[in-house]
């Protein structure tokens, strides 16, 4: 019989080529797999009962928050379900545990409007005050780069996956590559985002050819999640803004001030790539704005005469 550390091996091939899983979730599973086995302490796939997964979950919930586990926990149940698909368990004995998470409602953190644009602001400044060529050109790119993600509200890695041939700026569209391999289009609905965009391309028109990827660094290769985070933090310093911003914000702000402007919370699940409706709801949570507007004008106790 194989050991445990080649099944799970064959199981993450079975993944990579086959399922096509992206780099992350495959890492993901790896860690995961690899922690698992070194729990439960046994060479041999029949050696696993179901005293020895519930001692592994059991450790799980007292280890890690309840995003962590439930993730860790989902990836056990894959492996197992593969190990049946394959037949080499007879009886699957995840089947017969039971799990309950009480996952806390973490609120996304939004970027205030008028803090977005101080932001943007303060970038177009140091455009007209850029003392050099060079330093105007990697300006120029890092406000496409912040124009695309709020305008668009797509993810960090998203953006920095974008090629040239993604980008239409005639038809005003984006072809984005999201989670599981999905696919779905954004239109750029903003001249001022189009015109730097256009500015952008002209400028990096050899550098875009030679890397291959739409968003380029100084060195002419694909522009990393870690230098936009550097760029925005440059960024935020220089506006003198206190509050601390993440990529992922603006795609929470976008989300947010689209649904307080009455934009149907199915057209922002499509617009966002998420699967389900139910992890767009967060974002009802968020739009505080709006709720006043509502319980202000709306509420029967304004029309009180007392």
């Keep these: 019989m194989e050991k445990l550390e ?14 096509r899983l992206d780099m992350k979730t495959l890492k993901a599973y790896r860690i995961d797999l690899k922690q698992f086995r070194e729990y439960i302490s046994v060479d041999l796939l029949s050696q696993i009962d179901t005293p020895i997964l519930e001692s592994y979950i059991s450790m799980l919930h007292q280890s890690y928050k309840p995003k962590t586990s439930k993730r860790k926990i989902a990836t056990l149940k894959a492996f197992f379900h593969y190990l049946e698909y394959k037949d080499l368990i007879g009886i699957n004995p995840m089947n017969k545990i039971q799990t309950k998470f009480r996952e806390p409602i973490t609120l996304p953190k939004i970027i205030p409007l008028h ?27 890092d406000i496409a780069v912040i124009e695309l993600l709020f305008s668009t509200g797509m993810r960090i890695s998203e953006l920095c996956s974008l090629k040239p041939t993604d980008i239409d700026l005639l038809e005003r569209d984006i072809l984005i590559y999201g989670k599981g391999a999905k696919e779905r289009k954004i239109q ?13 391309q002209q400028e990096y028109f050899s550098d875009i050819k030679e890397c291959g990827y739409f968003f380029v660094n100084r060195l002419k290769k694909r522009l990393s999640e870690q230098s936009v985070r550097d760029m925005i933090n440059k960024y935020t310093s220089l506006s003198a803004i206190e509050q601390h911003i993440t990529p992922h914000m ?7 001030y689209l649904l307080e402007a009455d934009v149907d919370i199915r057209y922002i699940q499509e617009m966002l790539g998420h699967s389900s409706i139910n992890i767009t709801e967060i974002y009802t949570h968020v739009a505080m704005s709006k709720q006043k507007d509502i319980l202000t004008t709306k509420h029967p106790r304004k029309n009180f005469s007392l």
């Design 6 to 19: 080649k099944i799970t091996k064959n199981y993450i091939d079975f993944c990579q080529f086959q399922k």
């Design 115 to 141: 803090t977005i644009e101080t932001f943007l602001s303060t970038m177009y400044m140091q455009k007209k005050l850029a003392e050099s060529p060079y330093q105007k050109r990697c300006i120029i790119r």
């Design 188 to 200: 750029i609905g903003n001249e001022d985002v189009i015109a730097i965009l256009r500015e952008y």
């Design 250 to 256: 603006f795609r929470h702000s976008f989300a947010t």
